[in-house]
């Protein structure tokens, strides 16, 4: 349970993909003009990663590694088929403002992330909270966004029109350009409050996941090309200044094997992508 | 002259300049053209000077307080940038709306960035970009003499014609600092006089306007139409106080040049071919987000060297 738990916050907080990830940045900036937008494409984000995590988690075993991708885009196109029937029948309104980016989920990047780094690699259970964790930060994202361009863009919140900024719009917060700067100063306001809680003594694990070395948990990974060199750079072990100190006898040849293990990883891992690494871990977790 | 040698290492022989004499300079090119802005509007002028000129030097300073930066306020960079924007709207434009353009000028185009030297678009017209933008309305509303009409430049888009020497002296609509293009040269010849600016960006920028409006304004070589282009709107102001900041243009000669064409170009496509009549804020900041690409192309060679080799390409391990 606990396992879950952390899941909720890593999608939430550690990792939210808006504001640390920086993914999902087309929806992001083109839907969030309101806030109930912003609710509205985060939400239905929610329910596919949610249900695409948790099938794919299920079917991990069955999906040969080579074709992956293409299996994982036909059950999230899926699952985004029905969101999409049924947000046409039962929310019309917000159906026809989010136009064209509710079956852009297909290809949103948080859900193949997700898929890829996550749900493709552990059981249903921790797969679906990360989904309900990450879609959950994904909404959280956007209704900021969605808010803030509101208020300054049209003087009113969730549609609710605030009297004394009837003659204060700036019209360019509406536009795309002040979606940019919007997105720009929640995430400054972010790092501030992350650096703060930091200073308070809270360590944070590292953003952005690669540095901490835990592959596995960062959604990065499918894009990641500098995921093995960091790999495997940790595991090298320490010199130790005696080795140094030595004269040549056995040190060289310790250093030799765990310098040609390390690039041979890297020419693997860089003439193939990252298939052939994620094809050894996917092994190593599946026995 | 014995002020200007030191002991020292070298340089040995070093000018007064620093960035608050050149700015000073510039505030002082810019009074004729504000005095007959706030003669020819009013009293409303001189407050929304004051006003943009003030929040200017307020946010700067304040920004530099909140992120612990030294406070660089003293190099007057921010009073310039504040008069440029106020000279560049029109004066019946809300007080409130002056404010949040001279925040937005300062702190998102220039602070951000990293402070005077960083920014890469003149903070003056991104604060302007930023208001016509959000104002439409009251951005494109001109009044002269406590008239609402049109600008030469608008009643020059709708074929009618215009007086070219009310233009020159600036008895016309437009924004406080635009109209009188007789008072924009005085500053300008200032300028040059002093040696803060040279007159490439600016001449090769109002040649090439010149050319592009003969070929496709449809006037041929009608020097009335040409002049009225030419005092017209902001391309005075624009080309010698905007276009020449040394931040946001390009510093190799060859690179000067072409930034003066892409800025005659681009004016003359907004005013002919586009919308409004108006494009050289527009045809500025796009320009300006050309220079490091510009300066990238034209780096000159140095005295004495040999243009150097590429090497072979090594094939990328990746």
């Given amino acids: 349970m606990n396992k879950n738990l952390e899941r909720l916050y890593n999608g939430l907080w550690k990792e939210n993909p808006t504001f640390v990830l920086m993914l999902g940045m087309c929806p992001t900036l083109a839907v969030t003009t309101s806030a109930i937008n912003g609710i509205g494409m985060g939400l239905s984000t929610t329910v596919v990663l949610v249900l695409s995590n948790m099938m794919i988690s299920a079917l991990r075993n069955l999906i040969p590694d080579r074709v992956r991708m293409p299996a994982f885009i036909v059950v999230v196109a ?10 046409e029948g039962y929310t019309p309104s917000l159906y026809s ?9 297909v290809v949103n990047c948080i859900i193949l992330g997700r898929a890829e780094s996550y749900a493709s690699k552990n059981p249903i259970i921790p797969s679906m909270f990360d989904g309900i964790g990450m879609g959950l930060g994904f909404t959280v994202g956007l209704t900021l966004i969605g808010i ?7 003087g009113s919140v969730f549609g609710a029109v605030i009297t004394p900024l009837n003659d204060f719009h700036i019209s360019l917060f509406g536009l795309a350009p002040g ?57 090298l072990p320490p010199v130790d200044p005696k080795d140094v100190a030595k004269p040549a006898s056995e040190a060289p040849s310790v250093k030799h094997t765990a310098n040609a293990k390390n690039t041979e990883d890297v020419e693997k891992s860089g003439s193939d992508s990252s298939y052939a690494d994620d094809k050894e871990v996917g092994k190593g977790e599946n026995k | ?67 612990g930066k030294k406070s660089t306020i003293k190099d007057l960079s921010a009073v310039v940038t504040g008069l440029l924007l106020g000279l560049n709207l029109p004066y019946t434009v809300p007080v409130w709306q002056a404010i949040l353009g001279s925040i937005f000028a300062i702190v998102v185009v220039k602070m951000l960035f990293g402070g005077l030297g960083q920014n890469f678009m003149n903070p003056a ?3 302007r970009a930023f208001m016509v933008i959000s104002f439409a309305a009251t951005m494109t509303h001109f009044e002269y003499d ?51 600016i040279d007159l490439v960006i600016p001449g090769v920028y109002i040649l090439s306007f010149v050319i592009f409006i003969t070929l496709f304004g449809g006037h041929g070589l009608d020097s009335t139409y040409i002049v009225a282009h030419l005092c017209g709107g902001g391309l005075m102001l624009g080309a010698f106080f905007m276009a020449t900041d040394y931040v946001t243009s390009p510093i190799t000669p060859l690179g000067k040049v072409i930034f003066g064409i892409c800025l005659g170009v681009l004016t003359g496509l907004f005013r002919i071919f586009g919308n409004s009549a108006e494009g050289v804020s527009f045809a500025i900041i796009f320009s300006n987000l050309l220079v490091p690409l510009i300066e990238r192309v034209t780096v000159p060679r140095a005295f004495g060297i040999v243009k150097e080799q590429k090497p072979k390409e090594v094939k990328a391990n990746e």
Wanted: hydrophobic letters at 50%; charged letters at 15%.
């Fill in chain 1, 179 to 235: 979606a940019f700067i919007v997105l720009g100063f929640l995430v400054a306001i972010m790092n501030v409050v992350r650096r703060n809680m930091e200073a308070k003594g809270k360590p944070l694990p590292a953003v952005q996941g690669c540095l901490g070395g835990d592959c596995a948990g960062c959604s990065l990974s499918s894009a990641c090309t500098g995921k093995s060199l960091v790999h495997h750079v940790e595991q």
């Fill in chain 1, 148 to 154: 803030v361009r509101e208020i300054l863009g049209n």
């Fill in chain 2, 1 to 67: 002259m014995s002020d200007l040698l030191k002991v020292s290492s070298s340089p040995h022989v070093r000018a007064k300049d620093d960035t608050s004499r050149i700015m000073l300079y510039v505030i002082l090119a810019l009074l004729p053209t504000t005095i007959f802005g706030i003669v020819n509007f009013g009293l409303k002028a001189l407050l929304l000077v004051c006003v943009c000129i003030a929040t200017c030097v307020a946010s700067e300073y304040l920004f530099e307080k909140a992120v």
């Fill in chain 2, 125 to 127: 017209l991104g604060g």
């Fill in chain 2, 146 to 196: 406590g008239v609402s009409g049109a600008t030469p430049l608008q009643l020059l888009k709708s074929g009618e014609m215009v007086n070219t020497f009310d233009m020159l002296i600036g008895r016309t609509a437009g924004t406080i600092g635009e109209t009188s293009a007789l008072c924009i040269l005085i500053g300008a010849i200032i300028l040059i006089l002093l040696g803060v």
């Fill in chain 1, 97 to 105: 403002s989010l136009g064209i980016y509710i079956p852009l989920i």
């Fill in chain 1, 78 to 87: 899926s699952f985004v088929t029905i969101v999409q029937f049924l947000m």
